[in-house]
């Protein structure tokens, strides 16, 4: 979502930038970290929910389970996706329903379903949403924290996939979030440092879908989601 995209709240308050550049981004601090021998996808859309329609902005086509799948097809092979999605589908507009966490947690299986579908031999990453500093009704902070993280560990544990705790690693700093949304480029810096120390250790030792003169290849999508 925007925090892959690399929003950049500053820079529109004061009508100088859209979005961090993109050796800000926590994809492109990460692949700066990871290497030469990595080849980093960015895939992050402001809005992007997992499993959501924006009704006012369905020609940007925000639903990840509808979007990324033609991502990753195009993409393949891959050796790694990582998935940073939820924030925004816990908008009170979206998270509706006495149901409505049995049906994120099906539809965030049948996502990941469709990723390994497209990539048979592929490692994921479900990421927790960051801390969210916001307490507004619309954008509730405390769902993320009560509702939302909780849920996102279980798909983790239940789809076999490797869990990277955002939420944690940034708790307890909202100096680091402008607008208590997104970071900025500090908080960037450590959003990526948790990927890349997550990635490594799953990854360490893992063989491989391709030639050794081929890149490994890691696609984030937030929202990847890596996501």
């Not at 195009?74 to 998270?95: E, F, Q, R």
């Not at 993280?149 to 979030?177: K, W, Y």
């Amino acid at each position: 979502d925007s925090n892959t995209y690399g929003y950049d709240p500053a820079g529109m308050r004061d009508g100088t930038a859209v979005r961090y550049a993109q050796d800000v981004r926590w994809c492109g601090v990460a692949q700066r970290d990871l290497g030469e021998g990595w080849h980093v996808i960015e895939e992050g859309l402001n809005g992007r929910t997992t499993v959501r329609d924006d009704m006012c902005h369905l020609d940007t086509n925000l639903n990840g389970i509808r979007a990324l799948p033609m991502l990753l097809e195009a993409h393949k092979p891959l050796d790694a996706i990582v998935i940073m999605l939820g924030t925004n589908d816990i908008k009170s507009s979206y998270w509706t329903g006495d149901d409505v966490e049995e049906r994120y947690m099906a539809a965030y299986a049948e996502m990941i379903a469709s990723y390994r579908e497209a990539n048979p031999d592929v490692e994921i990453f479900v990421m927790t949403s960051p801390y969210l500093y916001t307490t507004v009704e619309s954008l509730p902070g405390d769902r993320v924290a009560e509702v939302l993280v909780p849920l996102q560990r279980e798909v983790a544990i239940q789809n076999d996939c490797h869990l990277i705790d955002i939420f944690t690693a940034t708790s307890g700093m909202p100096e680091r979030f402008p607008d208590l949304i997104h970071p900025d480029a500090i908080g960037y810096k450590l959003l990526a440092q948790t990927v890349y120390e997550g990635a490594v250790a799953a990854l360490n030792g893992m063989q491989l879908n391709s030639d050794a003169e081929l890149e490994q290849e890691i696609l984030i999508g937030e929202q990847t989601s890596m996501e």
